[in-house]
């Protein structure tokens, strides 16, 4: 059973960084995906980056292409996001999620697992 647990939100002013992990357990098939996604109030949830673990490609939105890093610890079965060059637009709930891939980030749907979700505020 996946389980994903999001965290590393927190309050943070505008160009400054912060590093999100989601921890992750359950995996037993080698090929997956991974993304994280957001969603602020009043907003769709908007697709931030997916990585597909088979080959280790990664597609990045067009709003965080070149501030935003995603990684992984294979062995700690971790995903990160760092983020930098903060906006107050980045401000949102952000997930990970997880599914057998590779998973298209426009196609948030064929993620069956979802985290819980960690606020990032940016002021």
């Known amino acids: 059973h996946v389980q994903l647990v999001e965290s590393g939100g927190e309050p943070v002013q505008a160009g400054g960084s912060l590093r999100l992990s989601c921890e992750g357990s359950?995996?037993?098939?080698?090929?997956?995906?991974m993304g994280w996604y957001r969603q602020a109030p009043g907003k769709e949830r908007e697709g931030v980056v997916s990585?597909?673990?088979?080959?280790?490609?990664?597609y990045y939105g067009d709003s965080v292409k070149g501030r935003f890093t995603v990684s992984q610890d294979n062995g700690k079965g971790t995903l990160y996001l760092q983020m930098n060059s903060l906006k107050p637009e980045d401000t949102a709930l952000y997930y990970c999620?997880?599914?057998?891939?590779?998973?298209?980030?426009?196609?948030?749907?064929?993620?069956?697992?979802w985290g819980q979700g960690t606020q990032v505020t940016v002021s």
């Open positions: 999620a997880y599914d057998l891939g590779p998973i298209d980030l426009l196609s948030q749907t064929d993620f069956g697992y």
């Open positions: 359950g995996y037993d098939k080698p090929n997956y995906c």
């Open positions: 990585i597909y673990i088979g080959d280790g490609s990664t």
